[in-house]
């Protein structure tokens, strides 16, 4: 079964698009783990098997976190303390010392390919990175651990929008809900605190748990831009996905 042609009409509804990237990107990670093409048709008919469980729908997904944490569960200690809580998980201003440890994150090959554009690769030029103009990164706390970065990245505070990224680089840390949690607080302070409209992203078409993740979290497919990135040797597609501060207080307030 090859894969689709690139060159196929972009479909004009989003959520099609979206469906056409993930199963573009799914059929990437079989051949990746092995999946010979004439097994992939053996693997669509047991997906079409497991339609029978009917997984709920995005707004489904984000009423689920709607239940576990909304706009009303954050402590504000910004005036006084530059810190923002959630249960168990805090942001605060990225400190230069913390710098070293999130180096050391970066030197993992596969928490490092995750990210468009990549992050700068010495902890010197991490630095300048970090305290260069249009940039605004927060430490993510666990209770009272040091477990990862959330940012802004090509402010514009004339549109008021700007670029998220996010890295909980602690493997010990990932899987327990920190990242949405640290991901609902730098919103707040995006469009609360900053009095931001808009927040976006970029992340590649073949992250499959990325584009799910950020569609749970309200954000919503904006745009692909074909062949835009050469990864490995590999042309690969970017997806942009946005959320403005009219719809995370729909969803989360």
Do not use: C
């Given at each position: 079964?090859?894969?689709?042609a690139?060159t196929?009409?972009?479909?004009?509804n989003p959520?099609?698009?979206m469906?056409?990237?993930?199963?573009?990107?799914?059929?990437?990670?079989?051949?990746?783990?092995?999946?010979?093409e004439?097994?992939i048709?053996t693997v669509?008919?047991h997906l079409?098997?497991?339609?029978?469980?009917?997984?709920?729908?995005?707004?489904k997904?984000?009423?689920?976190?709607?239940r576990l944490f909304?706009?009303?569960?954050?402590?504000?200690?910004?005036?006084?303390?530059?810190?923002?809580?959630?249960?168990?998980?805090s942001?605060?201003?990225?400190a230069?010392?913390?710098?070293?440890?999130?180096a050391?994150?970066?030197?993992n090959?596969?928490?490092?390919?995750?990210?468009?554009p990549?992050?700068?690769?010495?902890?010197?030029?991490l630095?300048?990175?970090?305290?260069?103009?249009?940039?605004?990164?927060?430490?993510i706390w666990?209770?009272s651990d040091f477990?990862?970065?959330?940012g802004?990245?090509?402010?514009?505070?004339?549109?008021?929008?700007?670029?998220?990224?996010?890295?909980v680089?602690d493997p010990?840390?990932?899987?327990?809900?920190?990242?949405?949690?640290?991901?609902?607080?730098?919103?707040?302070h995006v469009?609360?605190?900053?009095?931001f409209?808009?927040?976006y992203?970029?992340?590649?078409?073949?992250?499959?748990?990325?584009l799910?993740?950020?569609?749970?979290?309200?954000?919503?497919?904006?745009?692909?831009?074909?062949?835009?990135?050469?990864?490995?040797?590999?042309?690969q597609?970017?997806?942009?996905?946005?959320l403005?501060?009219?719809?995370?207080v729909?969803?989360?307030?």
């Amino acid at each position: 079964m090859p894969e689709p042609a690139k060159t196929d009409k972009v479909p004009s509804n989003p959520h099609e698009q979206m469906l056409r990237l993930v199963a573009r990107g799914f059929h990437k990670e079989l051949i990746k783990y092995g999946v010979k093409e004439p097994e992939i048709v053996t693997v669509a008919a047991h997906l079409l098997d497991s339609v029978v469980l009917k997984s709920p729908p995005t707004s489904k997904q984000v009423e689920k976190y709607n239940r576990l944490f909304t706009i009303k569960d954050i402590r504000d200690q910004w005036v006084d303390q530059r810190r923002l809580s959630l249960h168990e998980v805090s942001v605060s201003p990225l400190a230069m010392e913390q710098i070293a440890q999130v180096a050391k994150w970066l030197e993992n090959p596969k928490i490092k390919a995750s990210f468009f554009p990549r992050f700068p690769d010495t902890e010197e030029s991490l630095k300048r990175h970090f305290q260069s103009p249009g940039q605004d990164y927060l430490a993510i706390w666990y209770q009272s651990d040091f477990v990862g970065i959330i940012g802004a990245e090509n402010i514009d505070p004339d549109s008021t929008k700007l670029e998220m990224k996010k890295l909980v680089g602690d493997p010990n840390m990932q899987g327990k809900g920190i990242g949405k949690r640290a991901t609902l607080l730098f919103l707040y302070h995006v469009f609360i605190i900053r009095k931001f409209h808009k927040v976006y992203l970029h992340t590649l078409e073949i992250n499959i748990r990325n584009l799910n993740l950020n569609g749970n979290l309200g954000f919503s497919l904006e745009g692909v831009f074909f062949d835009d990135a050469v990864i490995d040797n590999e042309r690969q597609d970017i997806v942009r996905m946005a959320l403005t501060k009219a719809a995370w207080v729909q969803l989360f307030g």
